[in-house]
């Protein structure tokens, strides 16, 4: 599937208040959906960039052989999710999902990040 159809799935995930998919070596997003008013995913994606290059350059430095599945940040209303593609085209991505806490179901929203994941096509 592609960008917009990914992230259309991705807005269809109970609680989802924006995604976007970023760039982590520049930090510009692909593609974003949702956000608004409490939410500039341009922001988003330029400031998660940082988390995972930061996360990326701990593991060089603990010298682990280990590839980061996603990152969640826990916010006291919000959950944000950052899945880093895996695919050899997906390579340098990330899918970023902000939701609200209350209404999201946060096992089922990893879940659905995943096969959306495995399903897009850059």
Do not use: C, P
């Not at 409490?38 to 990326?56: F, H, I, P, S």
Request: charged share 25%.
């Amino acid at each position: 599937m592609d960008i917009e159809t990914s992230l259309k799935e991705a807005m269809e995930i109970d609680g989802a208040l924006g995604a976007a998919l970023v760039d982590h070596d520049s930090g510009m997003a692909l593609g974003m959906l949702g956000g608004g008013r409490y939410l500039d995913l341009e922001v988003a994606a330029a400031g998660n960039t940082e988390v995972v290059r930061a996360k990326m350059r701990t593991l060089q430095a603990l010298n682990l052989d280990e590839k980061i599945d996603d990152i969640l940040i826990t916010l006291t209303g919000q959950y944000h999710l950052i899945r880093l593609l895996t695919s050899r085209q997906g390579g340098g991505l990330f899918l970023y999902l902000a939701l609200d806490r209350e209404k999201a179901n946060l096992a089922m929203a990893r879940h659905r990040l995943r096969q959306i994941e495995s399903g897009l096509v850059v």
